[in-house]
């Protein structure tokens, strides 16, 4: 079994190719990679051919895209599942689910491949759908946390149902005595996931760091060992490997207490599975594809597409109506949540390699996969703005939770002193000195370097709305909102800017959808002097309409007496961010500079 280099180059030089040029249409690559296998794969042009070697690279591949998408789900989330997006993920799954696989017992299909359309049509893909609201600027939305919660259930109600599917296989048999044995397998797996993954894996890394194997690659060496030992006790329980390694990154998130480390060995894994190994899978996966179906299959693929799209919407929306928030919002979290991707089509691949389904079956799932993404951005958008137009689409209000100050120095206090009336403030510096000022404020401080995950983490940033940096190094601002958007998600970051601050961090602040604090940059140094001898005093304070005319007249620059720092509105403090923004019921705070500001 000897690997063809040159194969391999071709079939990883194609993925990247069209897996770069779908993502710059806005969806994800896997579309392409499966496109390239299905046009140079041999049900087209027959150019690119896959062997053993492939295969096994493929396998592992799509071992480690597994841990990646474990290692990215929080449990604590879905935990602190929202009633809506239990709700959503309840009907999105279970009605197509149950239409899929009515649809296939119509069609002649027999009760394991019925099973495993239902299963397949109920998947939702979190990357696919997690990147799309990203575009549309819909992170802070309530849909889209509903989305969010609804992706990760339905996703884990999938692979559960498969690893059911795959024991009765194995067991070949749907006796009462068949399936029992088939419900013990999978409970002493998960038992034993469950007791190595909370009890061993946590100690077994606790202990090297004690010994001072710290490293990353010693730790990413470890990762994948564990990775692949709970891959391989799922084989020895009759499920499929992909289970093991999902439920491997679930425990290895929480394993790896380090939260910098875990971070870093997750971006490896990522880059290792989604830029190297899986492509393959997806790649090869579309070799498998026949076109036949349009011709001996029409009817079936067309009424499973339909199935899919239509079950999807309205389980979802039915299903959602009980959480109050109305039948629009539930129709537009079912376009949302209609994206297919990477798990349906490793679920798919595995099946056909275990005999599950045909390669009939096997290329109706890839054609609806491929169709139900690729509608989610217009569906989705439609719905947005359907949602815009009739003034129900909800964006989180991130001033009920609480605030990270990072920057302990007299504008940060000021800010925090402001601001604690109405939510809970958290300050970190890295200075003892400014946090012991803080503290003696009755303020809560923490003393760490928030450019450590696990110090930022030890501030309480995970339940925060809102991360403000203002240090004096807009460089180190800029790193802070960076760590708390792509670690953290949180949905509000500000970071103070000064007019010399270098351009491209400006840029690096839009492509994170953050914005500077106060709207602009500033003279940092001036305004800490001014908040050092105005600490703990009113601020002014002006309606509307003063407070717009002052700043069209005076702006926010060098020779401005006023800083605008919070918006009241409707009762509740907010972070001042454009006079664009100001309502006209609005008040508007300012700190002011008293050598130079006239009332």
Same mark, same amino acid.
């Given at each position: 079994?000897e690997l063809?280099i040159?194969?391999l &180059?071709?079939?990883?030089?194609v ?7 779908v993502?710059?249409l806005?969806y994800p ?5 499966l496109?390239a296998?299905i046009?140079?794969?041999p049900?087209l042009?027959g ?6 070697p492939?295969?096994v690279?493929a396998d592992l591949g799509?071992?480690?895209?597994m841990v ?13 599942a929202?009633?809506?997006?239990l709700?959503?993920a309840i009907g999105?799954f279970f009605?197509?689910f149950?239409l899929g696989?009515?649809v296939?017992?119509a069609?002649?299909g027999?009760?394991i491949?019925?099973l495993f ?10 990357a696919t759908k997690?990147?799309?609201?990203v575009?549309l600027?819909?992170?802070d ?5 509903v989305m ?6 339905s996703?884990t ?15 070949g048999t749907?006796t009462?005595?068949?399936?029992g044995t088939i419900?013990l397998?999978?409970?002493?797996f ?10 061993v894996?946590p ?6 760091s ?6 990353r ?8 060992l ?6 391989e006790l799922a084989?020895?329980?009759g499920?499929h490997?992909i289970l093991? @390694?999902?439920?491997?990154g679930?425990?290895l998130r929480?394993?790896?207490r380090?939260?910098? %480390?875990?971070?870093d ?10 830029g190297?190994?899986?492509?393959v899978?997806?790649v090869?996966?579309g070799?498998?594809v ?5 011709r001996d299959d029409?009817?079936f693929?067309?009424?499973?597409? /339909?199935v @899919?799209?239509v079950?999807k919407?309205v389980?979802t ?10 039948w629009r919002?539930g129709i537009?979290?079912g376009f949302?949540m209609?994206?297919?991707g990477a798990?349906e089509i490793?679920i ?6 275990a005999?599950?389904?045909d390669?009939s079956i096997f290329s ?12 989610v ?15 129900q689409l909800?964006?989180a209000?991130?001033s ?7 920057g ?5 206090r ?9 939510r809970?403030?958290?300050l970190i ?6 946090v012991?000022?803080?503290?003696e404020k ?12 696990d @110090?930022l983490a030890?501030?309480?940033?995970e339940?925060c709305g809102?991360?403000?940096?203002i240090?004096?190094n807009?460089a /180190?601002n ?13 949905a509000?970051?500000?970071a103070m800017?000064?007019?010399?601050s270098d351009?491209?961090?400006f ?5 994170l ?10 003279d940092?140094a001036?305004?800490?002097?001014v908040?050092?001898?105005?600490e703990?005093s009113? %601020?002014?304070e002006?309606p +509307? +309409?003063?407070?717009?005319a002052?700043l ?6 060098s &020779?401005?007496g006023?800083?605008?720092?919070f918006?009241?509105?409707s009762?509740v403090l907010r ?7 100001? +309502?006209?019921?609005d008040? /508007?705070?300012?700190? +002011?500079?008293?050598e /130079?500001?006239?009332a």
């Amino acid at each position: 079994m000897e690997l063809d280099i040159l194969n391999l &180059l071709l079939v990883l030089g194609v993925a990247w190719i069209a897996g770069t040029v779908v993502q710059r249409l806005g969806y994800p690559s896997v579309l392409g990679e499966l496109g390239a296998g299905i046009v140079l794969g041999p049900p087209l042009l027959g150019w690119l051919s896959v062997g053993d070697p492939l295969m096994v690279i493929a396998d592992l591949g799509v071992l480690l895209m597994m841990v990646y998408i474990g290692m990215e789900i929080d449990l604590r989330d879905l935990g602190r599942a929202s009633t809506g997006g239990l709700l959503a993920a309840i009907g999105g799954f279970f009605v197509p689910f149950g239409l899929g696989y009515a649809v296939t017992i119509a069609f002649g299909g027999d009760v394991i491949a019925a099973l495993f359309i239902g299963m397949a049509v109920g998947v939702t893909s979190l990357a696919t759908k997690s990147r799309i609201l990203v575009d549309l600027g819909l992170l802070d939305t309530r849909i889209a946390h509903v989305m969010m919660a609804g992706a990760l259930i339905s996703d884990t109600l999938s692979l559960i149902v498969f690893a059911g599917i795959l024991s009765v296989v194995t067991i070949g048999t749907l006796t009462v005595f068949g399936m029992g044995t088939i419900a013990l397998q999978i409970a002493l797996f998960f038992f034993a996931a469950w007791l190595l993954g909370t009890h061993v894996v946590p100690h077994v890394f606790a202990w090297v760091s004690r010994r001072g194997f710290d490293g990353r690659t010693f730790n990413l060496t470890l990762t994948l060992l564990v990775a692949l030992l709970f891959a391989e006790l799922a084989e020895l329980a009759g499920l499929h490997g992909i289970l093991g @390694a999902f439920l491997a990154g679930l425990f290895l998130r929480e394993g790896i207490r380090v939260r910098r %480390l875990s971070h870093d060995i997750s971006g490896v894994v990522k880059d290792v599975s989604l830029g190297f190994l899986a492509p393959v899978f997806f790649v090869t996966a579309g070799f498998e594809v026949s076109f036949d179906v349009f011709r001996d299959d029409l009817a079936f693929l067309f009424t499973v597409m /339909v199935v @899919a799209i239509v079950g999807k919407i309205v389980g979802t929306a039915l299903f959602y109506l009980p959480s109050g928030h109305g039948w629009r919002e539930g129709i537009t979290v079912g376009f949302g949540m209609n994206g297919r991707g990477a798990v349906e089509i490793i679920i798919a691949g595995v099946g056909l390699q275990a005999g599950i389904i045909d390669q009939s079956i096997f290329s109706i799932l890839v054609f609806m996969a491929i169709f139900t993404t690729a509608s989610v951005p217009v569906t989705l958008k439609w719905g947005v703005d359907w949602l815009r137009r009739n003034d129900q689409l909800v964006r989180a209000d991130p001033s009920t939770k609480p605030a990270l100050i990072v920057g302990a120095g007299a504008l940060g206090r000021e800010i925090a002193h402001h601001l604690a009336p109405y939510r809970p403030v958290r300050l970190i510096d890295l200075s003892p000195d400014k946090v012991a000022l803080a503290l003696e404020k009755g303020l809560t401080a923490h003393q760490g370097d928030a450019l450590d995950a696990d @110090a930022l983490a030890r501030a309480g940033v995970e339940d925060c709305g809102t991360v403000v940096a203002i240090t004096p190094n807009p460089a /180190v601002n800029v790193l802070v909102a960076q760590r708390a958007r792509s670690v953290f998600l949180v949905a509000n970051v500000r970071a103070m800017m000064r007019p010399d601050s270098d351009a491209g961090l400006f840029d690096v602040l839009r492509s994170l959808g953050a914005a500077p604090l106060f709207g602009v940059p500033i003279d940092y140094a001036r305004w800490e002097e001014v908040a050092a001898l105005a600490e703990r005093s009113e %601020l002014v304070e002006m309606p +509307a +309409a003063a407070a717009r005319a002052r700043l069209a007249e005076e702006g926010l620059g060098s &020779l401005s007496g006023l800083l605008p720092l919070f918006v009241r509105r409707s009762g509740v403090l907010r972070l001042f961010a454009a006079a664009e923004e100001i +309502a006209d019921t609005d008040e /508007v705070l300012f700190l +002011a500079d008293p050598e /130079v500001y006239r009332a």
